[in-house]
C-alpha cells in the first residue's frame, strides 16, 4: 500500500490568508487610531473638548478659563479624581444665538480589580453661554465639574 500524502485542501488555506488579513488590519487600525480629531475652538463642541480634555488632565486653571463669569466667581474646587479615567464622548449640540447644549456621554473607570477596572457610563449636559462672543461653560455634569457651583443632577 502507497501511502500518499493528502495535498491541504485550497478553500482552507485561502480562508486562514483572509483571517490572517484581518487580523493584521485590525491590529494596523487599532495602533494607528490616535487622539480624536480637534474640533473648532470658537464651536460649542470645541470648547467643550477643550473643557473636558483639561478637567481629564487635572489641569484645572485651564479648565476655569472656560467658565463663564458667574460660573468662575462662585467657584470652589470639587475634590474628585483626574487621572484620565474619564473618557467623554459628543452625543449632540443644540445651538442658540445666546446659549448651547452639548450633550456628551460620560465613561468613568474606577480601579483594577482581577477581572478589569469597573466603568459605568452616564450622560450629562454640558450648557454654555456666550459671553464676549465666545462661548463660556455654564454647567456641567458633577463627573466633568471644576467647581461645585457648576454641578448638575439630571
Not at 490572517?20 to 494607528?32: E, G, P
Not at 485651564?62 to 458667574?70: C, G, H, I, M, N
Not at 467623554?88 to 448651547?100: F, G, K, Q, W
Request: net charge negative; charged share 20%; glycine share 6%.
Amino acid at each position: 500500500m502507497n501511502a500518499t500524502p493528502q495535498k491541504p485542501d485550497r478553500t482552507l488555506l485561502v480562508v486562514l490568508a483572509l483571517i490572517a488579513v484581518l487580523v493584521v488590519v485590525s491590529l494596523a487600525v487599532v495602533f494607528t487610531r490616535g487622539a480624536p480629531a480637534e474640533l473648532d475652538a470658537a464651536s460649542p463642541e470645541g470648547v467643550v473638548q477643550r473643557y473636558a480634555t483639561a478637567v481629564t488632565a487635572g489641569d484645572e486653571q485651564t479648565a476655569k478659563s472656560y467658565l463663564s463669569a458667574e460660573a468662575r466667581e462662585s467657584c470652589t474646587p470639587v475634590d474628585h479624581a483626574a487621572d484620565g479615567s474619564v473618557r467623554v464622548t459628543l452625543v449632540s449640540t443644540t445651538v442658540r444665538p445666546d446659549s448651547a447644549d452639548v450633550a456628551v456621554s460620560i465613561v468613568t473607570s474606577t480601579g483594577d480589580s482581577p477581572l478589569g477596572s469597573d466603568e459605568y457610563q452616564s450622560d450629562g449636559v454640558v450648557d454654555l453661554v456666550r459671553q464676549g462672543g465666545e462661548w463660556k461653560v455654564d454647567h456641567t455634569p458633577w463627573e466633568l465639574a471644576v467647581c461645585t457651583e457648576n454641578e448638575v443632577t439630571r
